[in-house]
């Protein structure tokens, strides 16, 4: 079992559309969670990053952590064209180490005008 | 402007012929890594360094090398390549910070086939 599993899609959505991505992940240790945006031909960059349980709002973008049942959500609001791109959750494994990221696999997200 | 470049950008080569990638950060920052992306298997670490002259594996080391002989390049260097090295290579930094909650700052990616 892969420590951070995401379904990677595609999913595609209408513009204005409210998108939910997902991820699981194993171990209840981990603690941090981020999500990075990928845009085609580019690098990863860091979008949002919560920790623990609870909800994380920036703008349009809501981070959200369920320990419970371990799963994380990141969820855009009236989505725009611009926000299609690959959306990848990341968890540093254990606390105390040194900036190591495990990755999910990533969601392909297209937005259609 | 703060960012991590890699060169080059695309790469095609054929087998046993040794390549290097060059990465480059201008934030000052202590961490370095490498990683691969590939199809349903997301980013995976292939070396790491902590700061100059220490290094260590990632999930995926098998193939490669690293070198940190200064702070601000991480070359990744490919001795003998092969077919299923064929990926996109990125290179990231950050400040080195316990728990792993600094930002990471990846480049643009390397996209290298190997025939």
């Known amino acids: 079992q892969k420590e951070v599993e995401q379904d990677p899609g595609p999913l595609s959505v209408p513009e204005g559309a409210i998108v939910s991505l997902n991820c699981t992940y194993s171990?209840?240790?981990?603690?941090?969670f981020m999500w990075y945006r990928q845009y085609s031909r580019k690098g990863p960059e860091l979008l949002m990053y919560t920790y623990s349980s609870g909800n994380k709002e920036d703008g349009r973008f809501t981070a959200q952590v369920d320990k419970s049942s371990k799963y994380i959500s990141l969820f855009i609001r009236d989505s725009q064209p611009s926000d299609s791109a690959t959306y990848l959750c990341a968890t540093p494994p254990f606390s105390g180490g040194y900036n190591k990221l495990i990755f999910g696999a990533g969601t392909r997200l297209a937005v259609h005008p | 402007e703060a960012q991590v470049t890699q060169n080059p950008r695309y790469l095609i080569t054929v087998t046993g012929k040794k390549l290097t990638v060059t990465c480059s950060q201008n934030?000052?920052?202590?961490?370095m890594s490498w990683y691969r992306q590939d199809p349903g298997l997301g980013l995976r670490q292939i070396y790491y360094?902590?700061?100059?002259?220490?290094?260590d594996k990632g999930d995926v080391p098998e193939g490669y090398k690293v070198s940190r002989k200064e702070k601000r390049n991480f070359p990744l260097i490919l001795e003998s390549p092969s077919p299923n090295q064929t990926s996109l290579y990125f290179c990231?930094?950050?400040?080195?910070?316990?728990?792993?909650?600094?930002?990471?700052?990846f480049g643009p990616g390397t996209r290298l086939t190997v025939l």
């Open positions: 171990n209840s240790a981990f603690q941090y």
């Open positions: 360094s902590m700061n100059v002259e220490v290094t």
């Open positions: 934030m000052n920052h202590e961490y």
């Open positions: 990231a930094s950050s400040r080195r910070q316990r728990g792993g909650t600094d930002t990471q700052y």
